[in-house]
């Protein structure tokens, strides 16, 4: 399956991990299936830095989902970094991505690759799996990045934009703090 990602969506992700970079970090990205066999991630929604506890994860996505349906889009993947060097998707991404994936057919579980980053390598971060049976497989189909992100997103870090992210950890804190990030990132 082809995957394409807008620069607003790939700038949420990589904002993410600066603002917590000792921390997991996850979300969830929204877009459309495309013509074929592919999606188009239009956006992303950072959830938890930390523990992802069970009863905040269902009431982000019942935010989520609602926001979705007022925006025409859908939930087509949910990403995840580790807060070590593993790039491999953890036993809970697996799980939760599991649960969604049961709810949404065109789905696809995306980890951070820690090393990778860093804009100024030119190279997306990004790996996604598919799941296959009870399996999450590597995509054979390499990521679609327009390049031109890796220079807004080294400008986004100097400017200390990350900073301004929020999550819905933030959220829940403090509600006046948009998760959605609508203002965050210009596409």
Not at 32 to 53: N, S
Not at 147 to 172: P, Q, R
Request: with cysteine; proline share 4%; hydrophobic share 40%.
């Amino acid at each position: 399956m082809e995957v394409l990602i807008n620069n607003t969506a790939y700038s949420k992700v990589v904002l993410h991990c600066y603002k917590y970079p000792s921390q997991e970090v996850n979300g969830l990205f929204l877009g459309v299936k495309a013509e074929g066999e592919w999606i188009q991630i239009t956006d992303a929604v950072p959830l938890f830095h930390g523990t992802t506890l069970a009863p905040m994860l269902e009431m982000a996505l019942l935010v989520v989902e609602e926001y979705c349906e007022s925006k025409a889009l859908q939930i087509v993947g949910y990403y995840h970094a580790n807060e070590r060097e593993d790039n491999e998707p953890s036993a809970l991404a697996k799980k939760i991505a599991a649960k969604i994936h049961s709810n949404v057919s065109i789905f696809s579980l995306f980890t951070i690759d820690n090393h990778l980053a860093n804009p100024k390598l030119k190279k997306t971060c990004l790996k996604s799996f598919l799941k296959s049976g009870d399996q999450w497989k590597p995509n054979s189909s390499e990521l679609q990045v327009n390049s031109a992100v890796f220079n807004n997103l080294v400008n986004l870090i100097e400017e200390n934009k990350y900073l301004s992210l929020n999550d819905f950890d933030n959220h829940f804190s403090d509600p006046s703090n948009d998760f959605l990030n609508v203002d965050l990132v210009a596409s």
